[in-house]
């Protein structure tokens, strides 16, 4: 076994699902199956059960799965660590964003960080909001930027902004105009699976006013749902700075929801059981920064919520 095979068994035990870990591991799928067949053959022993619904582990399977986190873990302490005998004024951080705030401004906070921190080498990790939950509890990211983070006495977090999410369909000329709660839940919809925040925000409200929520298509990926909507095989509640550009261009349209509007909290939150970031408020006013041209794209979508930075 080496470091990428442990590194690629926890990412599909994570996932539960071979098609979507190749996706967070940026690998192609059959290379991924390969690895883990390579691991089941050095060890002699099935470490997943491959079913219709995904793979889950094994006896055997739960165990590598326990020891690999630990050594990822002990692997990226070391480096750091190491790193760090270099020169005592660089820390190394480790910031997990989702996929749609990366493509909408995460080029933005890493060039803020650089030239507002000087201090700090940063590296972004790619997930949705629940995973990267679960990564910064097993010391897998130090800092996380995502959207509603439970109150849990293991994290520390800070609001940062709430935004309101938008029905995403076909144009058919009403971009723009609101559009009921209700009437928006009329359609099928192309949605992310349940855990995912903004599937929980709108399930949540769904089920307050006694309202089916009608999925036909379950995909993780962002892409994959505006494709969908294109085509005209469902309709979508997605983040309006994630459609902003198809929405330009004519090829999507997104209304506001209202009555009542459907809201999300982003935070960036650190471990409360891990040592402290040195350099966290620096880091903190330079994401602050860098989230103001998303703030002027969502305009009265959004709502920032800087008291606890000020």
Known sequence: MNFRQL???VG?????????AAEQLHVAQTALGMQIRQIEEDLGISLLVRHSRGVEPTAAGKLLY????????LIEETRREVSACEGDDVEAVRLGITPALMLACGSDIAIAVRERVPGVS???????SHVLVEMLSR?????ILCYDIPDLPQVSRTAFLQDELVLVTQPDGRNGRPIPFADALERNFAMPEEGDTVRSAV??????????????????????????????LAASILPYFSVVDDVRAGTLDAQPIAMPPIR???????????????????????????????????????YPLWNKLD
Do not use: C, H, W
């Open 7 to 9: 590194k690629y068994f």
């Open 12 to 20: 599909v035990v994570d996932a539960g699902n071979m098609t979507r």
């Open 66 to 73: 326990s020891r690999a986190r630990d050594i990822l873990r």
């Open 122 to 128: 940063l590296s972004m990790v790619e997930a949705m």
């Open 139 to 143: 010391g897998e990211v130090d800092l």
């Open 203 to 232: 399930s949540r409200v769904a089920r307050d006013l006694g309202l089916e929520l009608k999925v036909a298509y379950e995909v993780r990926s962002v892409s994959a749902m505006k494709s969908l909507v294109n085509r005209g």
């Open 264 to 302: 999300r909290t982003l935070f960036l939150a650190s471990s409360a059981q891990r040592p402290s970031i040195r350099n966290e408020i620096g880091i903190a006013g330079a994401v602050r920064t860098a989230l103001t041209g998303l703030i002027e794209t969502l305009g009265p979508l959004a």
